[in-house]
């Protein structure tokens, strides 16, 4: 194979007409690669034994290349995008979320949202690492949602599975956008107890956000909660407050 650059249109691939699309999409991932990013991606997904990120796999390409690589590939059948969110690269499943929420956006109708909608849930054992989630639940999920009946969430939010729960809190940031908080805070409020810290990051997280569009909603949510909330949770739910109001609710908690 013989490969190209040109700074105009990034990667030219030359000598492979007979391929499909997602297969030169994989090839252009695998090109961008670079061992020693994929080293560091390993240890700061976590992917040792036991942690969140166990056994995945890195090609070690930029977000930026990853974007861009997207942006080439938006078209794309979703039934391909279906088979990339099923690869055990990390790159491919993030890229084919950055191409779902890019034809999510683009879609015209609220069946074609559906679709995607469903693809996504359908597959929540893939969207299996914080980046994942935090790209495009609440473009895809919480857009979906927001005039809907939005008790799925609460189901996310119940699950045993960690990356069930994440994508349930992290879907209200939709709604966050728009002012309004309430299953914000009822997510929240039921995954207080929960014992992961990505859990704690998240809702303290959705948290802030509330609180920098409305501070007095926070505070009265913290004030019930506070004493008893993960520190950590609590630390990312404050970050955006005065000195003062900070060692007040950490002193106390």
Sequence with gaps: MEIQKNFKDNIIFTEMKDMQSIQLLIK????FGSFERAKHSLRFFKTGPGQYGEGDLFYGATVPEIRSIARKYKNITLN????????KYHECRLVALMILVEKYEKSKTDTEKKAIYEIYLKNTKY?????????????????YLYDKDRKRLYE???????????ISVISTFYFIYRKDFNDSLK???????DKHDLIHKAVGWMLRE?????????????????KTMPRTMLRYAIEKFD?????????KS
């Design 28 to 31: 252009e991932l695998e090109y």
């Design 80 to 87: 391909d995008v279906q088979e990339l969110l099923h690869n």
């Design 127 to 143: 969207i299996n690492n914080w980046d994942l989630i935090d790209l495009s639940a609440h473009k895809i999920v919480g857009a």
């Design 156 to 166: 996310l939010a119940k699950s045993k599975d960690l990356w069930k729960k994440r």
């Design 187 to 193: 997510i929240s409020e039921i995954l207080l107890e």
């Design 210 to 226: 509330v609180g920098k569009r409305n501070q007095n909603v926070e505070e009265k949510f913290l004030k019930q909660h506070y």
């Design 243 to 251: 000195d003062k109001k900070k060692r007040f609710y950490m002193n």
